[in-house]
C-alpha cells in the first residue's frame, strides 16, 4: 500500500497534522485502537498560552524556562510561547470549544504558572479537542483512517524512511504502508509503569520503534509524575486535575495540617516534581488528601462535572469528602529528538507530541505546556510537509511474515506485571543506584524470558511488551547515568543540582547491538 504522508497515532499531534498535510496529497492516519483513544483524550487541565492582556509571551517564556531546570532549549521555548495564541486560534478554527466568562476565554492557573493563562473545557479539555479534531478529520476526503492498527516497525534503510509495517489486528495481516514520509504521533509511555494516569495504549511504541531504526532518543531519566491521582483501593489511579488546586483545593495529610507550604513556598502551585515528593514523603505517615470543600458546591459541579462523576463511582463526593490521592506516572519529558519541524535524524521521518523531545521541557513540563507543543510544532512541520512530495515512493522487500494469534499467553501476562512493578519500585520518585542497577538486570532477565516466547503465535500485546522493555531500559539508562537531581529526575544517592557536569542532555542511540551514550 502507497500514501504520500503517514500518521501513526490519532492524538492532538497527529491528527493537527494530518489535516494541515491533507491539502499537500494523500494522508493515511493508522491508529492501534479506536481513533478517539490517546492521552489527548483524557487530558483535563487545558493548554497554556498568553492570551491575557496583563499576561505576556515574556512570561510564559519565563515559567517554561524556571520549570525546565536549565535543560530546556530557550531559542524552542520562544517558538513555543510566541505560536501560542495562534495555535488557540488554530483549535478553535477546528470547532474546539473552551470555555467562556462574560464573553472573555476563562483562564485558570496551574502550577509553576505565575499567572492565569490556561484555557479548557470543563475538565474535559482533551476530550474537547479530540472529538473536534476527529470529526474534522473523518469529514476530510483526502486523508483515511485505519482504527485497530497496530504500527510494528519503521521500513528504514541506510538512515532513510520508507514506511511502517502495520498490523492488521482485526484481520490478523501484516501489511507493508510505503510514504513519502512518516511521521510518529504515538504519544506516551506511561503505562510501563505500575501506577499511572496513562490509558493501555501508552506503551511507548513510537520511541522503541524509531531506536530500533537508529533515531537518536534523547532526555529519557525525566519522567514526570502527576502528584494528584485518585489513590483508593479498587480503583485506577484516574486523574485529579492540577486545575482543582488552581482553583483553590489544598493538600492536607493525616492530621489534617496543609503540609505543602513546608516543602515550597508556592503552596499547591508549585511545580509537580516538588509537589510528587512531598506527597510520597507525606504518605510515610498516612493518607494524603486533597480537599476542596470549601469552594461553592454549584461552582465545584460547574467547574468540574467529569471528576465530580468520577469520583462518586467510588463513594467520594468530591462537594463534601476529602480525595485521597498520590502521585502516578504522567507524562515523559523526552522521546525522539527533533527540531521544531519534527524532523528526526533520520530522513523522511517526523515526530511530533509526547513521543517527541524538542527539548522544550526540558528536565520537567510546565503544566498545560503538552498539548501546545503537540499543536505549535506540528503545524510549524505541516508548514514544510510540501517538500516530501518530491520523494519517491519506494516499495522495500517484505520480510518473512509472522503467525499471528489472539490469546494473550499467560507469560506475557507475567512479564508484563513483573515489569511495571519494577519500574515503579526502582525507577519512580526517588532513585538510588542501587535500585537502578537492580533494575538492568531484572531487564535484562525480562528480555530473555520474552525472547523465549518469541516462537509462539504473536499478537499486540507481544509487540507492546518489546517496546514497553525498549522503553524501560532507555529510562533506566539514562536515570543511573545522570549522577544527580535535576526536575523530575530525584537521585537520592546525589541529591542536588549539579550545573558543572550535567547541565547537559543525555542522547541514546543503538549502534549495532550496543547502546551508544552521548552529550547534547
Sequence with gaps: MKTDYLVVGSGIAGLNFALKVAKYGKVTVATKKEIIESNTNLAQGGIAAATRKDDSIKLHIEDTLKVGYGLSNKRIVEILAEK?????????????????????????????????????????????????????????????????????????????????????????????IFARATILATGGIGYVYQNTTNPEIATGDGIAMAFRAGARIEDMEFVQFHPTTLNKLGAPHFLISEALRGEGAILVNEEGERFIVRYDKMGELAPRDIISRAIINELKGGSVYLDIRHKDKSYVLDRFPMIHQECLKYGIDITRDLIPVSPAAHYICGGIRTNEYGETNIANLLAFGECACTEVHGANRLASNSLLESVVFSSLGAQRAKRYLKNEIEAMPQQREAAIGNVVHQGLRDIEVDLRKAMWDCVGIIRTGENLNLMLKKLRKLERRLDSLDGDRVNVRFFELKNMVTVANLITNAAHIREESRGTHYREDYPTVDDKNWLKHICLEKRGEKLDVSFA
Design 84 to 176: 501560542g495564541p495562534e495555535a488557540i486560534q488554530n483549535l478553535i478554527s477546528f470547532g474546539v470549544k473552551f470555555d467562556k466568562e462574560d464573553d472573555e476565554l476563562h483562564l485558570t492557573t496551574e502550577g509553576g504558572h505565575s499567572m492565569a493563562r490556561v484555557l479548557h473545557s470543563g475538565d474535559s479539555t482533551g476530550r474537547e479537542i479530540e472529538q473536534a479534531m476527529t470529526e474534522c478529520i473523518r469529514e476530510n476526503r483526502d486523508s483515511e483512517v485505519f482504527e485497530n492498527c497496530f504500527a510494528i516497525d519503521i521500513i528504514v534503510k541506510n538512515s532513510k524512511c520508507y514506511g511502517a509495517r502495520i498490523l492488521d489486528i482485526k484481520n490478523k495481516e501484516i501489511v507493508d
